[in-house]
Each structure stands twice: as C-alpha cells, then as structure tokens.
C-alpha cells in the first residue's frame, strides 16, 4: 500500500526558514515523481512544484519559482519543501502527491506564519 | 487564476444530476488526460476519475467523466448529501501538473 506521510503542523513568524517533509511507503520513491500542492485557507488547490527524485529534476509552477526549494533525499525516500524567508501569505495546507498517481496523498502540513 | 477554467459553485437536489465543467486549452486538456477530485471539508483530496473517463477501485459509477476537445465534464447522478463538497479537474500543461479552480457543489 502506498503511503505519504508528511511532517507535522508548524507555526513560524514571519522572515524564519522552514523545511517540511513526505516520507513515502510502498513503491518505487526514486523511480516516481512526486510534488506539493499548496491550498490557500478557503482556496482551491495550487501545484507548486515536482521533483523526480532519480535525477533530482524539478520542475517549478510559475507562481512558485524563486519562492520555495523542493528537494529529495532517496536514500530515505523523503521529499522536501523549503522556504528561506516566510511571509504571512504563506499560511496554507500543504499537501504532498504523486502526479501520475493521482490517487496518493499525504495528510497535509498545516503552516501558519504570523507575528 | 487557474488555466483550467470550472464554474465556481453548482446546486442539485438529491436524487438529481449535476455536471460540472472543465475548460482548457491545446497546452493542456486537448493533448493530455484528464483527472477528478474530491475534496470533503478537512480532508486531502480524494480521486475520483483519471485518464477521462476511469474510476479507481470503490468509486461508486455515479460517477463519470468524459473529455471533448479543450473540455471535460464531471457527471454525477443520484445525488446524496454525503455528495457535497469541492471538486477539482486537474491535467498537465507544459510537463507541469494543474488544477481547475474548483467547483462547490451543493446538494439542497
């Protein structure tokens, strides 16, 4: 059975760094791509960004370039999203998912920045 | 504001059909396979249908889903209670994965 397990929920103040994980279980992790999805309080969702962990290919929405860093460790089929100076629009869920899964989700990481 | 374009809110009885839309173009729906979402209020979202017109194991035939060109439509019939919630299209543009805005569905 797949599995993504993310890291827990994270209250930040605005400018800190923060790095919040997905763990994956029970397939291929480096042979898979997988991403973040960012959902707004009250919004639709939003991919930010994939990454083939294989390779370390990355691809970043528009929206999402220069703003997070995506990242992979295989070696522990973890997979990173990363922001260096937290804003309080920041504040969302974050999903991590397998894009051509479509059915694989983590369980979200609730980021809340504020001062 | 998404590439994929959904009516933002739609209402039906229980017991009725609704259909919910999803508008595109040639760089994403017109070359790609389509996917449906489920999102109930707390929860990740949830598949409902891939590559057009496909349900997963345990999604009830409710549920359909068809493509035409730059579009592509969510069925759903007998409609219940438990039906409501956000629903999203999702396809790729530019080797990038993307949403619809989203659709609430109501069941009044």
């Known amino acids: 059975e797949v599995q993504l397990v993310q890291s827990g929920a994270e209250v930040k103040k605005p400018g800190e760094s923060l790095k919040i994980s997905c763990k994956g279980y029970?397939?291929?992790?480096?042979?898979?791509?997988i991403g973040w999805v960012r959902q707004m309080p009250g919004k639709g969702l939003e991919w930010m960004g994939i990454i083939y962990p294989g390779d370390s290919d990355t691809r970043y929405s528009p929206s999402f370039q220069g703003q997070v860093t995506i990242s992979a460790d295989k070696s522990i089929s973890t997979a990173y999203l990363q922001w260096s100076s937290l804003k309080a629009s920041d504040t969302a869920m974050y999903y991590c998912a397998r894009p051509y899964s479509g059915s694989d989700w983590g369980q979200g990481t609730l980021v809340t920045v504020s001062s | 504001q998404s590439v994929l374009t959904q009516p933002p809110s739609v209402s039906a009885a229980p017991g009725q059909k609704v259909t919910i839309s999803c508008s595109g173009s040639?760089?994403?729906?017109?070359?790609?396979?389509v996917s449906w979402y489920q999102q109930l209020p707390g929860t990740a979202p949830k598949l409902l249908i891939y590559d057009n017109n496909k349900r997963p194991s345990g999604i009830p035939d409710r549920f359909s889903g068809s493509k035409s060109g730059t579009s592509a439509t969510l069925g759903i019939t007998g409609l219940q209670t438990g039906d409501e919630a956000d629903y999203y299209c999702?396809?790729?543009?530019?080797?990038?994965?993307?949403f619809g805005g989203g659709t609430k569905l109501t069941v009044l």
């Open positions: 040639s760089s994403n729906i017109g070359n790609n396979y």
């Open positions: 999702g396809t790729w543009d530019s080797s990038l994965p993307v």
């Open positions: 029970g397939y291929s992790f480096t042979n898979s791509w």
